[in-house]
């Protein structure tokens, strides 16, 4: 079956700090990859996302590239502000019904 | 332009109480969702649709129904609520064809607590 396992949390930073959440994956067939953001009381938000080998996935300053030979999707970030204080998923989905199996969550805090 | 709308925001029950979450997308998906979310955990898939009624279970359906009869609407049922039902709901959905695969969108989720 499909799982994703991502570095548990809390990741505490300070303002302009280097960030990276590491996500590893194992899936039946040729996934897409995807990092969500959960900021508090809010629903989940696409951050961004890569389909295929190689891609790399960036928006607001993040980044991850798709690792196919070490199943892996890390996200970085090269300075992050308080704002980017949040629960960060990564998931994939195969093609059987586009369902997402998403990692457990990493929280980011990031003090001034 | 909406999105996904979930109702309601919170809800408490009382054990073996039964109420339904709705959930209504405006994009014209086809491919609707699920998810219940537990304290400090990741999303886990409860039920999903690919149309108009089509359903299907995903990896924690037990306890749950769901009906699918519009594009738009997607509600989920708890009949007989447990205090293991307390968690936070999340509808989402998706456009998905044979030229590719869309990302889901998600609602604002539901905090259900039962006790």
């Known amino acids: 079956g499909n799982s994703v396992t991502q570095m548990e949390g809390p990741v505490t930073l300070s303002e302009e700090a280097f960030l990276t959440i590491n996500c590893t994956y194992t899936?039946?067939?040729?996934?897409?990859l995807f990092w969500y953001v959960q900021y508090p009381g809010e629903g989940l938000q696409l951050l961004l996302k890569?389909?295929?080998?190689?891609d790399k996935g960036s928006n607001k300053g993040f980044e991850a590239t798709y690792r196919k030979e070490t199943t892996s999707f890390h996200l970085e970030k090269g300075s992050v502000q308080v704002s980017d204080s949040a629960v960060y998923f990564c998931a994939l989905s195969t093609a059987a019904g586009n369902k997402l199996t998403f990692g457990g969550g990493t929280r980011v805090l990031v003090k001034p | 332009n909406a999105g996904v709308t979930q109702t309601p925001k919170f809800r408490i029950l009382k054990i073996g109480q039964s109420m339904t979450l709705q959930c209504t997308q405006d994009?014209?998906?086809?491919?609707m969702y699920w998810y219940r979310q537990d304290p400090g955990m990741g999303l886990k898939l409860i039920y999903y649709s690919v149309g108009a009624g089509i359903t299907d279970k995903g990896e924690v359906p037990n306890g749950y129904n769901v009906s699918r009869s519009t594009t738009e609407d997607f509600p989920l049922r708890l009949e007989l609520a447990a205090p293991s039902q307390t968690s936070v709901y999340f509808c989402?959905?998706?456009?998905?064809?044979?030229?590719?695969?869309?990302?889901?969108?998600f609602g604002p989720g539901t905090r259900l607590t039962v006790t």
């Open positions: 989402a959905s998706s456009y998905s064809s044979p030229q590719g695969r869309g990302e889901q969108y």
């Open positions: 899936a039946t067939g040729y996934p897409s």
């Open positions: 890569a389909t295929k080998a190689d």
């Open positions: 994009m014209n998906h086809n491919y």
